[in-house]
């Protein structure tokens, strides 16, 4: 079984089993542990995972943090659980005084099902006071997935994870930011869209009456599919080139040419040899090309990575290119592979037909 369906697994069993969990030590034993073994740590090896370790903090003795991860018999990891029913805003000062005590860099709170990850961004040695990142185990994205990745055993670099922890925690807090303003706009988040509408004086009245109207159009506006971007600015010659200036025929002309090739390459239906598939976004030519080989027993985790450049890869066990950049548009496939779909319409049958090669078959049995 691969990292992604341990990982999948976990989740399920946690939602399947948790009402039957009456206690904090059964929550460990049937939640967490499993999940650090996923993360390819021995828990029954004590020179990779000690429990109850010892972090005493000058008077102040016998405290114990349910587990710490170690490399090279260094603290890296250390995880305080709780019952899987407890909040954890409630036990964050506890942590606290076990990461100053200990030299690890990050801590994990976990009840089994909601884990969050700490580190110290703000002040050396002194655990932040909001987590940089949190995930429920049996919700987990695929984003979710590909991050603790970079947590296994093989993979662990401390400053790696540590160099995207700021920027994980300022975006998430961004985001809970956004989700809050979206479902419940503020008065200065209405006034900042109204301003720039209203030419008169913003009155309790006039916001509240905008308050509506901005809500409903910015949901609508991130609801709807993303628009590839114009062909002007695809085809924008660069500034300083000969085919530059402020209003450039070549610009134009070029943006015309893109806009009457997209039209052309408008793919509703292909074929794979003898069966027929019907497709509303190009990226499923890929897709569907990948379920087809996984249905006739020729895409495997064996064939992986199978690359569409140099660096890239088109398929792989993890959603990462050979440059171990992340995928641009990940999917996950029915066998747990993940395939890159961040392609124009040509280059995904391009793609698609590579695909096929890569598996023993000829790649012009795709017909579109």
């Not at 036990?91 to 990461?99: D, G, I, K, S, T």
């Not at 409903?216 to 114009?230: A, G």
């Not at 003898?274 to 379920?291: M, P, R």
Request: proline share 4%; aromatic share 8%.
């Amino acid at each position: 079984m691969d990292f992604v369906d341990k990982i999948r697994s976990l989740g399920d069993k946690v939602t399947r089993l948790k009402d039957s969990i009456k206690t904090e030590e059964a929550t460990k034993n049937a939640f967490i542990m499993p999940f650090i073994s996923a993360l390819d740590y021995d828990v029954f090896d004590p020179l990779e995972v000690i429990p109850e370790f010892v972090a005493d903090l000058g008077i102040k003795k016998g405290e114990k943090i349910d587990y710490c991860i170690l490399k090279d018999r260094k603290p890296i990891i250390i995880i305080e659980c709780k019952h899987w029913r407890e909040n954890l805003n409630d036990h964050n000062n506890q942590l606290h005084r076990y990461f100053y005590a200990t030299s690890a860099k990050f801590a994990v709170l976990t009840n089994g099902i909601r884990y969050r990850f700490y580190t110290d961004s703000e002040n050396t040695n002194k655990m932040d006071d909001k987590p940089f990142w949190e995930f429920e185990i049996n919700h987990l994205s695929n984003k979710d997935i590909s991050e603790l990745e970079n947590y296994r055993k093989l993979n662990f670099d401390v400053r790696q994870i540590f160099s995207t922890a700021l920027d994980l925690k300022i975006s998430n807090q961004v985001r809970q930011v956004m989700i809050k303003e979206l479902n419940d706009p503020s008065d200065n988040f209405v006034k900042f869209f109204a301003r720039q509408i209203h030419s008169g004086t913003l009155t309790k009245r006039i916001i509240n009456q905008y308050k509506g109207i901005i809500k409903k159009s910015l949901n609508q506006l991130i609801s709807e599919p993303v628009q590839e971007k114009s062909a002007t600015e695809i085809h924008r010659p660069l500034k300083g080139t000969e085919d530059y200036k402020e209003k450039n025929p070549v610009m134009v002309e070029a943006g015309r040419k893109a806009a009457q090739t997209r039209k052309q390459t408008k793919i509703n239906e292909f074929k794979i040899d003898n069966d027929s598939f019907s497709i509303a976004k190009s990226y499923e030519i890929l897709i569907k090309t990948a379920e087809w080989l996984i249905d006739t027993g020729n895409l495997q985790e064996t064939n992986c990575p199978i690359p569409t450049g140099r660096k890239r890869n088109l398929v792989h066990t993890s959603p990462k290119h050979r440059d171990n950049e992340h995928f641009v548009a990940p999917k996950i496939l029915p066998n747990g592979l993940y395939i890159e779909t961040h392609f124009s319409t040509i280059d995904c049958i391009k793609n698609a037909r590579r695909l096929l090669e890569s598996c023993g078959h000829q790649g012009q049995i795709l017909k579109v």
